[in-house]
């Protein structure tokens, strides 16, 4: 029976048809915004990236073709030429990865050009959190001028607000003890309920149903005191990512709610 389930499951992923996902995300998000008009440049250390520009000329004349490889142009390779000119206004937007954690200063401040508000918007968080923070603090600097907004992307799957609000409650911990400054603190609108008040409802919510509960094998406690914050929270909800999205729904809509009255 399992080897026919493994045969199955790899029939399915076999089956996905994966022509209209981008090989390079980056690039091709990069093309999309300069088509809309938005200046995009990059502090990433790739030393080559796909151009989709040329790959989508040719197929609206129904040409058929492929991205093209091509080599970086030099002066995007320049860090400090790229940030002078994302400060004088004359770049909209930067991508960045690791390689712009150290070294780089992209908030308002007295003294440069543009002055409008930044918005970071966090594709894939970095795995190490200091890495993470120092890349947010790229944008939020002490002396700026105009406050940042920080976005946190994930899809609409319920299973994916466990990361989200795990790594929300990690960043604005670990900023807390590394700055005193209030404007250049972080803080996020998320509900994170991996605490001692979190186990608490949701140690309810297990009481209040007890056929998920037996389903993914943790049994409701006669009490959370005591327990180390966090990790009757985080136990059920990686556990709930395998049971169905309306369960999973049902679960972050009544111990949010909850929560959000405590």
Partial sequence: RNHAIIKETQRLIESI????????PIDAVRNKLEKAGI??????????????????????????ADPILKERDADELRKPLTVQEYQDGNIDSIF???SGAEGVSLHSKKGIEDQRKRHLFVWQPNGDINVQIQLMGRHNRVGQTVLPRITILSSSLPSEKRP?????????????????????????????????????IVNGWLDGNPEV????????????E????GKLSKKVTGRLAIMPVAIQEGFWEEVGEAYHRE
Avoid: W
């Fill in 17 to 24: 048809d994966l022509s209209k996902f981008p090989v390079s």
């Fill in 39 to 64: 200046k995009t440049s990059e502090i990433t250390g790739r030393q080559y990236v796909v151009d989709y520009q040329h790959y989508e000329h040719l197929r609206h004349r129904d040409v058929k």
């Fill in 96 to 98: 960045m990865n690791q």
């Fill in 164 to 200: 989200t609000a795990i790594l929300a409650g990690k960043l604005e911990k670990l900023n807390a003890n590394t700055t005193a400054n209030s404007k250049s603190a972080l803080s996020f609108d998320s509900t994170n309920i991996f605490n001692q008040i979190g186990d608490q």
């Fill in 213 to 224: 509960s037996r389903a993914i094998g943790v049994e409701p406690k006669e009490s959370t």
């Fill in 226 to 229: 005591g327990e180390e914050a």
